[in-house]
């Protein structure tokens, strides 16, 4: 695939914009009284690379795997990504926020069974997608990715990337993480992200009001 005929754009949803029905389920998942805090860091920081992974493997992976796995791939690069360039407070938050979620939420899964397993048993189902059973098989990939802190060179070579060129440790450091810093944020993963070899196209953000919906498409220029 051309890069320079194509782009990515990430859509990330707005804590509550959406309908009464989905901003009380999204408060009931984060806890209501740090559901807004929560939202932000987890959408508009640390999902904002998990939706990047996408685009990294579509400009980058020869053969891309079934979409069960790919969540998982692209979790552990999120969270090798932070880990390099992100501040401790905020993954350490990061690491409660999906423990807190995943007690707010049903697991719908039957005992014995993994995230993966039920993934791959309910793909493509109406049961599946629903902001439930979703959340808790991406939070629990979260977790995973958590536990096992790849390297992202490690990592960046299972996505597909070839001459990885491997970049230093740093910072980057955002006092507020809300709507605002999204574009910063996007700018700052491009640059370095190209800087270890990943082929990576222009890159936008557009915000939508359902808070559920975040994801990461290729469009033509």
């Known amino acids: 695939m051309e890069t320079g005929k194509k782009a990515i754009n990430i859509i990330t949803g707005r804590y509550g914009m959406g309908t009464s029905e989905l901003n ?20 508009h920081w640390y999902n ?18 079934h979409p069960i796995s790919e969540e998982q791939i692209v979790n552990d690069f999120a969270v090798a990504y932070w880990l390099i360039y992100g501040e401790n407070t905020k993954i350490n938050f990061l690491d409660k ?9 049903t697991c719908p899964a039957p005992s014995g069974v993994s995230h993966i397993e039920y993934a791959y048993e309910k793909w493509n189902t ?27 060179e490690i990592v960046l070579t299972q996505m597909g ?11 980057f450091i955002y006092p507020v993480i ?18 270890w070899g990943v082929k990576l196209p222009d890159t936008y953000v557009t915000f939508d009001s359902d808070p559920n919906k975040h994801m990461c498409n290729v469009i033509d220029l």
């Open 97 to 105: 926020i999906i423990s807190n979620a995943l007690e707010n939420i």
């Open 48 to 65: 904002l690379l998990h939706e990047l992974g996408h685009g990294i493997m579509c400009f980058n992976a020869d053969v891309r795997p």
């Open 161 to 171: 990337v070839k001459n990885i060129k491997v970049q230093p440790k740093k910072t």
């Open 24 to 43: 009380h389920i999204v408060d009931a998942i984060f806890g209501r009284i740090h559901a807004r805090e929560r939202f932000e860091t987890y959408f």
């Open 178 to 195: 809300d709507e605002n810093v999204v574009r910063e944020i996007i700018d700052d993963a491009v640059s370095v992200l190209r800087k």
């Open 126 to 152: 109406e049961d599946f997608h629903n902001f439930n059973n979703y959340g808790w098989f991406q939070f629990s990939c979260v977790k995973d990715s958590l536990r096992k802190r790849k390297n992202l």
